[in-house]
């Protein structure tokens, strides 16, 4: 299939589309499923495409998922197969994800009358800040087989990072949280020689600003660490004049749910005691992004010990820290339990230490490990649909296609 799954992310990647709306994108996956024996739905809100393979026996459902969108950046890498659309460019990888999916669709449809279950294939536009997932959750792709899903898996290459074909994953937190603190400190405006007839909220944001940095290091175990930068401070037009408020915005990233939740209710009581103690009043709000991506430990545990299984130990690891960016897949793994791998694709000869990230207008990602992302999506639904007690163990997909 290394060919036809090469042609078809030539192709997402030539025309690459932004947001929910993909009708291009989703017409390439309709016609990447055409005539395999799947029940294809799409959205309504956004062009997702949700297409259920029902095996011939009975057993779990199985979720796969691939994103579809791609980013705002004029493409640079000088690839034969360079977008063709100015200031639209696959510079995450997610036309590799999509062609992954739809490779491990055909896979999976060969063995239909021997799985034993079901797979849902979740085609997902609008990964980058446009929380997709949730979208496609609120339509109902959990339910899309008639019963929630026992496990779900999420695959994301990177251009860098890793050493080219080799999987990673992790127990427990993947990715941050990505979130956002807005403080409006309102106070009363006059004359700055005359403070005292005031109420300057000048101090107490500047307050604010320093006390946040006291609580990170204060609040929080060092092992389970949380990040907040005020990037944004706003407040008066001139010297002489004490204005009526001040405002900021911050980035928090927690790496757990659990900090989370306590970022958000220590850093608002923080900000409203400040502001009361001065006689001021506040508004100010914890805005939750994405949340924190968090595999479950058997099932990241059964995705690294499956792809060492097909492709060799030597080309699996295990991430000490989790990365810093965030992913909507979260929203799928807060309700079932599952992983999400990483897949390193920097083409051949390039130092992943130094070759450039996912979102670069010149990252490249290698076709070559194309093939071996769809095996592994089809070998975990395949894995972990047969995992049932007393079940004999079927071919994996690596055996030649019947
Ligand atoms: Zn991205
Ligand atoms: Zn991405």
């Given at each position: 299939m290394a060919d036809d799954l090469a042609e078809l992310r030539h192709a997402l990647h030539r025309e690459p589309e932004i947001g929910h709306d993909l009708p291009r994108t989703q017409r390439k996956v309709?016609?990447?499923?055409?005539?395999?024996?799947?029940?294809?739905?799409?959205?309504?809100?956004?062009?997702?495409?949700?297409?259920?393979?029902?095996?011939?026996?009975?057993?779990?459902?199985?979720?796969l998922r691939g994103d579809m969108d791609a980013?705002?950046?004029?493409?640079?890498?000088?690839?034969?197969?360079?977008?063709?659309?100015?200031?639209?460019?696959h510079a995450c990888g997610h036309d590799l994800h999509t062609t992954m999916l739809a490779g491990a669709a055909r896979l999976l449809s060969a063995r239909q009358p021997q799985?034993?279950?079901?797979?849902?294939?979740?085609?997902?536009?609008?990964e980058e800040g446009g929380a997709g997932a949730r979208f496609m959750i609120d339509e109902g792709v959990l339910d899309a087989a008639g019963e929630r899903p026992a496990a779900a898996y999420g695959m994301h290459v990177l251009s860098g990072m890793l050493d080219r074909g080799v999987f990673a994953a992790r127990p427990g937190p993947a990715l941050a949280a990505s979130d956002a603190l807005n403080v409006t400190v309102r106070g009363r405006g006059g004359h700055a020689s005359r403070p005292h007839v005031s109420a300057d909220p000048i101090p107490a944001a500047c307050e604010m600003v320093i006390?946040?940095?006291?609580?990170?290091?204060?609040?929080?175990?060092?092992?389970?660490?949380?990040?907040?930068?005020?990037?944004?401070?706003?407040?008066?037009?001139?010297?002489?004049?004490?204005?009526?408020?001040a405002s900021f915005s911050a980035t928090a990233r927690p790496y757990s749910s659990e900090a989370r939740t306590r970022l958000r209710d220590e850093t608002l009581r923080?900000?409203?005691?400040?502001?009361?103690?001065h006689g001021l009043t506040v508004e100010a709000e914890y805005a939750e992004g994405y949340p924190v991506t968090v595999n479950d430990a058997a099932e990241a545990a059964f995705a690294t010990a499956t792809a060492a299984d097909v492709f060799g130990s030597d080309r699996t690891t295990t991430l000490a820290h989790?990365?810093?960016?965030?992913?909507?897949?979260?929203?799928?793994?807060?309700?079932?339990?599952?992983?999400?791998?990483m897949l390193g694709a920097c083409p051949a000869g390039t130092d992943p230490l130094t070759?450039?990230?996912?979102?670069s207008a010149v990252a490249r990602f290698d076709d070559a490990v194309l093939p071996d992302g769809a095996a592994l999506y089809a070998?975990?639904?395949?894995?972990?649909?047969?995992?049932?007690?007393g079940d004999a163990p079927i071919s994996t997909v690596t055996a030649p296609v019947a």
């Open positions: 309709l016609d990447a499923l055409a005539g395999l024996p799947l029940e294809v739905s799409t959205g309504e809100k956004l062009t997702s495409v949700t297409a259920v393979l029902r095996g011939g026996q009975p057993g779990p459902v199985v979720l980013l705002p950046v004029t493409e640079a890498t000088g690839e034969p197969f360079a977008s063709r659309t100015d200031g639209v460019m799985l034993p279950g079901s797979v849902i294939f979740m085609f997902q536009p609008a006390a946040l940095q006291a609580l990170v290091t204060r609040k929080f175990d060092v092992f389970d660490p949380v990040v907040v930068t005020v990037g944004s401070i706003h407040a008066g037009t001139a010297r002489n004049v004490i204005p009526d408020e923080l900000v409203r005691n400040i502001a009361h103690g989790p990365l810093t960016g965030s992913e909507d897949f979260s929203f799928v793994l807060e309700q079932v339990p599952g992983a999400f791998v070759a450039p990230s996912n979102h070998e975990l639904a395949l894995r972990r649909m047969a995992r049932r007690v």
